[in-house]
């Protein structure tokens, strides 16, 4: 929930709010296109903390699932490199494009992290990899999101999202 409610913020204070709703829209769009060129099923919705899930009707492992989850930042990227020239779509799409290629357990980088990490060890240590990586990366984005409040006194989406990441990872509602 704490995902749409930083959606919604971002939102109201956005100069586009049509360029940031197209931004997430291309984003998952991609995401839908890779599950249904590897045959994944028919896709549900999950909302959690952090924000919504896409879930597919078979279970993506190994060199799928690290497709499946960066082929949303890859979307996202691809479209904000054909429509330069629509600034706000742009940074949205970049932005939103990195900000999921953060290696977090409930961003996509964080999903590809697993895949890579689940390929090369065995299964208690690939999960405290991730589990660590997760802690000091959102650690790290907080620490950025305090930062530029100070500096700059921005809104404070990236915080609230940071908040909403550390507790998915802590309850591991991920």
């Given at each position: 929930m704490a995902g749409i409610i930083v959606f919604i913020l971002c939102a109201a204070v956005s100069s586009s709010p049509l360029s940031l709703f197209l931004a997430v829209f291309v984003h998952e769009a991609g995401h839908l296109l890779c599950a249904a060129l590897l045959h994944m099923g028919y896709p549900r919705l999950k909302i959690n903390?952090?924000?919504?899930r896409v879930l597919y009707g078979a279970p993506a492992y190994g060199a799928r699932r690290a497709a499946l989850c960066l082929s949303g930042p890859l979307a996202g990227?691809?479209?904000?490199?054909?429509?330069?020239?629509?600034?706000?779509?742009?940074?949205?799409?970049?932005?939103?494009?990195l900000i999921n290629l953060i290696p977090v357990s409930c961003f996509d980088g964080g999903g590809a992290l697993a895949a890579l990490c689940?390929?090369?060890?065995?299964?208690?240590i690939s999960v405290r990899i991730q589990k660590t990586v997760s802690v000091i990366s959102v650690i790290l984005l907080w620490a950025l999101s305090v930062t530029v409040q100070l500096r700059a006194g921005a809104n404070l989406s990236l915080m609230v999202l940071c908040c909403a990441a550390v507790v998915a990872i802590l309850t591991d509602r991920a």
């Open positions: 903390a952090v924000g919504m990227a691809v479209f904000a490199a054909v429509f330069f020239r629509f600034r706000f779509f742009f940074l949205y799409s970049m932005g939103f494009s689940d390929a090369v060890f065995l299964p208690d």
